[in-house]
């Protein structure tokens, strides 16, 4: 089971609380690597509009705003059907399958983060004569679990004591105390992302109703281990709203929850701000466990010098790419973005990227990060389509997830030869799906589907932001619709 299983889970709070799903030091590049520009063909979408049957499934879908699609032959380019392809609207999570190809293209498949154990002393007697170091790279991926690993396999080299500090160090990832400026502070899907992340930046708040009022505790809970946490803390406060307030501490998380909503039993995640901090608590705590006990962590900016005691390895980027794509964890695209553009800052990471795929892949776009949160990305479908195209060779439809196609009713048409595999994108009033058909002759489509109601999604406060009214509706007809353009375009291609 992947580290995203293990937290996708929803749960509800009193009916208010919508639980968010939880999916959890390598150098980024010396130099800027620009490759060759190079030709990619797709035939303008002026050459083929779209049919009648397909823009009655846009009208019937109701959805306002702005609706483009385009579908080419892979293999071509020959576009075969197009509506408003030219239209840039923001990608929402398709974007992943754009950072995808680029962290495979700087990185390389086989790349792996890493978070270490270093002594900056010698080891004598179970005692290390110096400090101890925790040192991570950026990996999204880490879990309480393998933090676990992390701690036995220090214990295993015998170290007992230390005579020194207790240092904690992110230096792969530069922080950014979150991904979007616009989403409530209470969401799971917008955390801070920095060299050292855990349990992608969430900590798990749960709730029990007792005699004498709700039993509120924190922890960093794994499969095997749960332990409790106290750099987060939370209150229940007399109030009907807002649902959440927080306060930002030294070092620490500073959480109130409406007391009027803990009507009942519940537990959600909710979004770290001291991800250094959170990491050092877990693992102080790990460690106590096989019997050393280690100072309070002091963070610092730059690694030491020191002897490797102990690591542990992410899976490989094509691994967890598909972890990625599938239960399309933002903070992990942010943390392979910013590894791959080697910028110091998201809008300037998204800005490298947005240079790459011009140059790589003939693909103009704006991308302003590299998870498809921010709404200010901008991409038409018929350049998404040139980057799918033209990145096939990277692997990447194999680790795409498999889409349904539905019929002209909706209803969906299973057992279909047709094959189709795709990113989903879902923000507040924008819905996008991009990817290919796959015909068991061998040809293949190419599409890209992206549907917006801006001025919809701009009326939004913040605070309407996590469950707007009308939201659900609108993505569930945006995603009907997509399902039955994919089963009309499946036609074409056997």
């Given at each position: 089971?992947?580290?995203?299983?293990?937290?996708?889970?929803?749960?509800?709070?009193?009916?208010?609380?919508?639980?968010?799903?939880?999916?959890?030091?390598?150098?980024?590049?010396?130099?800027?690597?620009?490759?060759?520009?190079?030709?990619?063909?797709?035939?303008?979408?002026?050459?083929?509009?779209?049919?009648?049957?397909?823009?009655?499934?846009?009208?019937?879908?109701?959805?306002?705003?702005?609706?483009?699609?385009?579908?080419?032959?892979?293999?071509?380019?020959?576009?075969?059907?197009?509506?408003?392809?030219?239209?840039?609207?923001?990608?929402?999570?398709?974007?992943?399958?754009?950072?995808?190809?680029?962290?495979?293209?700087?990185?390389?498949?086989?790349?792996?983060?890493?978070?270490?154990?270093?002594?900056?002393?010698?080891?004598?007697?179970?005692?290390?004569?110096?400090?101890?170091?925790?040192?991570?790279?950026?990996?999204?991926?880490?879990?309480?679990?393998?933090?676990?690993?992390?701690?036995?396999?220090?214990?295993?080299?015998?170290?007992?004591?230390?005579?020194?500090?207790?240092?904690?160090c992110g230096s792969g990832v530069p922080r950014q105390d979150r991904?979007?400026?616009?989403?409530?502070?209470?969401?799971?899907?917008?955390?801070?992302?920095?060299?050292?992340?855990?349990?992608?930046?969430?900590?798990?708040?749960?709730?029990?109703?007792?005699?004498?009022?709700?039993?509120?505790?924190?922890?960093a809970r794994g499969r095997r281990f749960v332990p409790r946490v106290t750099m987060a803390e939370v209150r229940a406060v007399n109030r009907a709203a807002p649902l959440f307030d927080y306060r930002r501490g030294a070092g620490r998380d500073e959480w109130s929850v409406a007391a009027q909503a803990l009507n009942s039993n519940g537990s959600r995640w909710l979004p770290v701000r001291h991800p250094e901090h959170y990491c050092a608590e877990v693992f102080a705590v790990l460690m106590r466990a096989h019997g050393l006990q280690l100072p309070p962590a002091q963070v610092i900016s730059a690694p030491p010098q020191g002897n490797l005691?102990?690591?542990?390895?992410?899976?490989?980027?094509?691994?967890?790419?598909r972890d990625m794509l599938r239960f399309s964890t933002n903070i992990t695209a942010e943390a392979v973005g910013l590894v791959a553009s080697g910028a110091g800052t998201l809008p300037d990471s998204g800005r490298r990227m947005s240079d790459w795929a011009v140059t790589r892949h003939g693909a103009n776009s704006r991308f302003v990060d590299h998870s498809g949160l921010g709404a200010a990305s901008r991409v038409a479908p018929s350049d998404m389509v040139r980057a799918l195209r033209s990145g096939r060779a990277s692997g990447l439809p194999a680790i795409l997830r498999e889409q349904a196609l539905r019929d002209l009713s909706g209803n969906e048409m299973k057992g279909h030869p047709v094959r189709a595999v795709a990113k989903t994108g879902t923000l507040n009033f924008v819905s996008g799906l991009a990817g290919y058909l796959q015909a068991p002759n061998g040809r293949e489509l190419t599409f890209a589907i992206f549907c917006a109601d801006l001025p919809r999604r701009d009326r939004l406060s913040v605070a309407q932001r996590e469950r707007p009214e009308g939201g659900r509706e609108w993505n569930a007809r945006a995603r009907r619709l997509q399902g039955q353009l994919l089963g009309r375009w499946a036609g074409m291609v056997t």
């Open positions: 089971m992947s580290a995203e299983q293990k937290f996708t889970r929803r749960w509800v709070l009193s009916g208010l609380m919508a639980g968010i799903a939880v999916p959890g030091c390598a150098e980024a590049p010396s130099r800027s690597i620009r490759p060759a520009a190079r030709a990619v063909a797709v035939t303008s979408a002026s050459s083929a509009q779209a049919g009648n049957e397909a823009m009655a499934l846009v009208e019937a879908a109701r959805l306002g705003g702005s609706v483009g699609f385009l579908v080419a032959e892979t293999a071509s380019g020959k576009v075969l059907e197009a509506y408003g392809g030219e239209t840039a609207l923001p990608p929402a999570s398709v974007a992943k399958a754009m950072t995808t190809l680029y962290a495979l293209d700087r990185l390389g498949p086989q790349f792996r983060f890493s978070t270490r154990v270093l002594a900056t002393g010698p080891v004598s007697g179970g005692r290390l004569q110096g400090d101890l170091v925790l040192l991570g790279s950026g990996d999204p991926t880490l879990d309480t679990d393998r933090l676990g690993d992390l701690a036995a396999a220090l214990a295993a080299r015998g170290v007992k004591e230390i005579s020194g500090r207790f240092l904690v991904i979007a400026a616009d989403q409530p502070d209470h969401v799971g899907y917008n955390p801070t992302i920095a060299g050292l992340n855990l349990n992608f930046n969430r900590v798990h708040f749960e709730w029990r109703r007792s005699a004498s009022g709700p039993q509120l505790t924190m922890d005691l102990a690591e542990n390895r992410s899976d490989d980027l094509m691994a967890v790419s």
